[in-house]
């Protein structure tokens, strides 16, 4: 179990290593002003003692040593919040980059399959439950370890046993943290699980209210979302109920500490061992200990939770890292080159199904081929294999084109789903932001038939569009993805159902001309329209049922 | 902009006060423990300085002060439990509280799908982030808010009994703090309004880069996300960074002035006792006042020092009810008129358009359509097709007249058949029986039905395998049709369509236009937004919704 900890944990805490000098200035700075809030305490407590009981002692020395301390505190605690503060958020900038950066490295079939809502708690909830790796959990310890030493070093030049109930009641305490820390583990899975399956059903449930709102199932679906949401809550109760019993414990060993250094400290002045002054320094530094000892146990209740959210991010690690190698896309060879591809005995599996069953067919430049059959995925699954995003280990057969070229380079695809980004038309045209002239976009956007459209809109190219911009219908929305397509220019376009939601007239019209347009370009259609259907004027090749 | 801004932050306390009103009792509870909290200190703390007083200065024998010893075991037992009660009551609020305001919550995006909001996939997350944040408000702030004046009251109460000079100077020091903290907490909590909305707007910016990945992998567009994603990090950064310059201030200021008000205590008490001082009852301290006020200085701060940690939970909590709640937009009044109609006609509309944006409006042909029939929604792409189904489906505000036979008026009677149709990341017979169950035997009748037979015999684990987010693992027709599986299936009277068959082969498509018309001859109505040219050949009405009409 500890090495499983460890294990999870070491990543973060060597992060930590390239901040060295932001994180030593932060323990100490947290140190010290546990230090000075003990030594305000208590000299103040060993002055006034001895203002009361002594004759002649040198007032000035404790008199400025306590105005000291007032401010130390104040200044050291402030520098420290900030700086600690500072800290974990550049951790956590660092860390949802690089967790980004593996996702992106997902295989694309694997990307299509994505559960999405999975994905953003762990980028958003998680990275901020490691915050308390830090603040809550390393910082605290640290700085109640180091000061008990302090104060167990101060306490032994005047009473062993002093020092030894301070042990004691240390390791009471730390021990009572740890067993808290171990009792949160397994509920904070439980509780980390719930929040998943609660931001699911949210998120589901917002997708779909429209759905659910016409059906009249928004009742019993905000039901079971409800439900949900009360598991969660019961799960977080169970927390903190091990907390509060672990704080009450906490307190009363600290304050039984407390006592018994006043009990011990009265007795040693009974036998004339100490001072009066000392008598009251010592039982005030033991009172100041006890605030940081009660302490411990909250910050340590969080132990789990951290836990838990390490272990969910290594996964999201693995997951991206196990994607292996996904080709680059660098840039094409040339808008102008003409490529034929030729497929031979092609068989593809996919989920234990054979999707494409020799097949053997020769895409040539300047035709359109147009790809038909039963709905089915092996038409996506051709658009994948060709791009070369298909796992090869369940391809086999010949992919050869000519000139011999990769042709994820060479191609470009137009997703059957229309994804498109909170973001301006022209960054929807463009998300890879390359420099492009603002002709070129209204060129692809006349080629599909938006320019009127585009045009029209307010901030014309800036418009903001997306599920927080203006909308646009579904059938606008694919001929931008399509516009997009276009904008990329490669020798090879394979389009997957380029022309949903968009009438025939239309259809006709726009194949018409990209096709002519856009001569040297081997065109590859996945479409269940019949091609009949559109008599469009347009070269036609090899076509495929599959 | 201010104006909106203070607008945004009325309606956010106001949530937060009616949501606080539900929970009052178990706060009034949770109070009380808190002050019984405060006494015991106060008893335990005079206990020590009697201690003090009768051991060291007039040299009592230790084990012969039962009273005082007794006291102070008495008195730590109850400082020690009374917090423990106290958390009981803290609970059960918070729990009443966050629940109420998710029903709040749903009620309100229920609200808005009638007025013709699009509600977001990312909204979902309001139920997550906001919401958490509200738990510290009534956790901790809310009683907090009340033993910050009380607690402090009765030590200082205390400390006047002991030694006026104490008492003013605690009296002083203690209303200057939270004024100098108020100043500057009001800049924290706006900042902490705008850290909110940072909060979930990080969050979006996740979800859009997340649902598009394919689209930022196929075009190499993984470096302009990344720096989108990093460069909303860095505001989430800064302004989480300001929100707590600020903040952590307001709360230094508070450690400096109680620190300083422990020294001034100490050095007036150790100079008085010197006997430097004789003014206003210096000459009367001894050892035991002076230890006591000494020692009842920092517990008069603590729950200032308490409340000002909370006080950032309220500017969270701010923060999120401006998410949570949501200034009620007046409410078009588009109530269907709703008829006793003797006559088998079902649905009619004279009149009717939609403003979409100010200067935007789409007008609608007169329609009247019967019971049984097929009536088919055509025009060009993006001239108020969809639109007008939302009108239909009670999602939008209109103007003009829209009539409903009672009979289909109450809501249970449509079953909609939606454009990009919603699935579940769960197995296929789930997905069908998402709005009702149906049996096994059922389902696989209408899939024959539908031509999704060879997909049943392929699926590895049948109606049991699971798909992925957004019906990921079929294919895009297939997907459709699972969901008109379920329209059908449902049994329901009405069907409303978006471009039902939109992107399917055209064996299926024929299936699906051959299956709506049988079903029109069962007696159901169907109402269909598409541009299929045979799907209007076999409709018994065509509605010509003419892009030319509305200013697109």
Known sequence: ?546 | MSVKLSRELEAASLYLKKLAAEVKRPIQWAFLFGLLKTVAIIVQLGCIAALAQLVLAESQPLLSLQAAGGGLIVSTFFRVSAPYWQQGFLQQATLQATQTARKQLLKRWQRQTAQGVTISAAEGALQLEPIEALKSYFNRYLVQQYLVVFSPFLILVTCFYINPVVGVLLLLSGPVIPLFMALVGIGAERLSQKHAQQTHALSRVFTDKLRNLATIQLFGAGDAALSDVAAAGEEYRQATMSTLKIAFLSSAVLEFFSSVAIAGVALYVGFGLLGYIEWFGADELTLFSGLFVLLLAPEYFSPLRQFAQSYHDRAAAIGAASLLSEQQKDAEDSSKQKTENPSNELISWQNLSVTLTPGLVISYPDTLIYEGTLTVISGSSGSGKSTLIRILLGQTPYSGTLKLNTTLASGGEVAYFAQQPFLTASSVRDNVNLYERHSDAEIIKIFRQLNLGPLLEQLPQGLDTQLGEKGAGLSGGERRRVALARCILSGRRLIIADEPTENLDEVSANAIRNNLKRLTERGVTVIAASHDPKLKQIADQSVLVDSARGQL
């Open chain 1, 1 to 546: 179990m500890k090495s499983g900890d460890w294990r999870l944990l070491k990543p973060w805490l060597k992060q930590l290593g390239s901040y060295r000098v932001q994180l030593i200035l932060g323990i100490a700075l947290a140190l010290a002003t546990a230090l000075f809030g003990v030594g305000l305490l208590s000299l103040s407590g060993w002055f006034i003692t001895a203002s009361a009981l002594y004759i002649g002692f040198d007032i000035y020395t404790p008199g400025g040593g306590i105005r000291f301390f007032a401010i130390a505190r104040t200044v050291s605690r402030y520098l420290e919040r900030l700086l600690n503060h500072d800290l974990v958020l550049k951790l956590q900038a660092h860390w949802r980059v690089a967790l980004f950066r593996l996702l992106q490295k997902t295989p694309l079939h694997k990307t299509l399959t994505f559960r999405v809502s999975d994905t953003v708690q762990q980028l958003t909830r998680n990275l901020s439950a490691m915050d308390n790796l830090f603040i809550r959990l390393v910082i605290p310890a640290l700085t109640f370890v180091l000061a008990t030493m302090l104060l167990f070093v101060f306490w032994w030049f005047y009473n062993a046993w002093l020092s030894l109930v301070l042990v004691l009641g240390a390791t009471g305490t730390v021990y009572c943290s740890w067993k808290l820390a171990v009792k949160t583990r397994l509920l904070a899975v439980k509780s980390l699980r719930q929040q998943k399956r609660l931001r699911d059903s949210a998120m589901n449930f917002t997708d779909s209210i429209t759905e659910l709102s016409a059906w009249g199932c928004y009742d019993e679906q905000s039901e079971r979302l409800l439900k949900r949401s009360q598991k969660l809550e019961q799960f977080e109760l169970a927390q903190l109920r091990h907390q509060q019993k672990a704080q009450r414990i906490t307190e009363t060993i600290a304050q039984a500490v407390s006592l018994l250094v006043l009990m011990l400290a009265f007795m040693q002045f009974e036998q004339g061992q100490i001072g009066a002054a000392a008598v009251v320094m010592l039982t005030l530094s033991a009172l100041a200990w006890q605030e940081l000892a009660s302490e411990l146990p909250m910050q340590w209740a969080g132990y789990g939770n951290t836990l838990a959210a390490a272990r969910s991010l290594l996964a999201t690690q693995s997951a991206g890292e196990s994607g292996g190698a996904l080709p680059a896309v660098t840039n094409s060879s040339g808008n102008n080159t003409a490529i034929t591809i030729k497929l031979n005995n092609l068989m593809v599996w996919r989920q234990g199904r054979p999707i494409i069953d020799k097949l053997s067919v020769s895409f040539k430049p300047g035709c359109v081929h147009w790809i038909e059959g039963a709905s089915g995925i092996g038409k996506s699954t051709l658009a994948e294999v060709l791009m070369g995003f298909y796992p090869a280990d369940f391809i086999q057969g010949e992919i050869t084109t000519q000139p011999k070229t990769d042709l994820i380079n060479e191609a470009s695809y137009l997703t059957q789903e229309t994804e498109i980004f909170d973001a301006s038309v022209r960054d929807n045209l463009n998300p890879k932001r390359l420099p492009v002239a603002e002709n070129r976009y209204w060129q692809v956007l006349e080629q599909v038939n938006l320019d009127k459209k585009i045009a029209s809109l307010n901030d014309k190219l800036s418009t903001l569009i997306g599920s927080h911009g203006t909308q646009l219908s579904g059938g606008q929305l694919r001929r931008l993805a399509l516009a997009r397509v276009l904008l990329q220019d490669k020798p090879v376009v394979i389009l997957d159902e380029p022309f949903a939601g968009i009438e025939r007239a239309l259809v006709k019209n726009i194949l018409e001309r990209m096709v002519s347009q856009l001569p040297q370009k081997t065109w590859i259609i996945i479409s269940h329209v019949n091609m009949e259907d559109i008599c469009a004027d347009i070269p036609q090749g090899q076509s495929i049922i599959l």
